[in-house]
């Protein structure tokens, strides 16, 4: 069994977003590989509170950039997008840059896969904005130690 087929859900969605942020397809595609309808929708539960802490963030701290940026930031980690939802991201960002958040607030309803490679994306582009690379990267990693830690039954201390 390969270390993919062991995680959880919860840990899959952080490798689908580090995939992304890594811009590497074939990540993406491990990180989902083997998963059923209701993993997926586990998956996107993890990716959404991702994306919910992620624009608290942004709003705390106010960090502003323009729709062309923030576009830019997605268009450039969907490329590791399977081709069929790289156009579904690409307006799903316009809306979003534009105020219409709906997209990304949407029930995953009959495309549970499409919802996660959406949401994941927003993950990556976000956190990229917000914290840049290496700061996302290790944002990630400790959010990974924590759902690890409650996986095993420990105390993360977060």
């Not at 995680?7 to 595609?29: C, E, L, M, N, T």
């Not at 219409?100 to 582009?125: E, I, K, M, N, Y």
């Not at 990267?137 to 993360?156: E, P, W």
């Amino acid at each position: 069994m390969s270390d993919g087929a062991q995680k959880s859900p919860g840990r899959r969605a952080v490798d689908v977003v580090r995939g992304y942020a890594d811009r590497d397809a074939i990540a993406v595609q491990d990180a989902l590989a083997g998963l059923d309808a209701v993993a997926w929708m586990e998956m996107y539960a993890v990716l959404s509170g991702l994306l919910r802490s992620t624009v608290s963030i942004i709003e705390v701290t106010g960090e502003r950039w323009t729709a062309g940026q923030l576009v830019e930031h997605a268009d450039e980690v969907a490329a590791a997008a399977p081709p069929h939802y790289e156009f579904a991201i690409a307006e799903a960002a316009r809306a979003w840059s534009r105020g219409d958040q709906s997209t990304l607030s949407t029930p995953p309803g009959r495309d549970p896969l499409g919802a996660v490679h959406v949401t994941a994306v927003f993950v990556a582009a976000l956190g990229l904005a917000l914290w840049g690379r290496t700061g996302f990267l290790g944002v990630l990693t400790a959010y990974d130690d924590t759902v690890t830690a409650i996986v095993n039954g420990q105390s993360s201390g977060l």
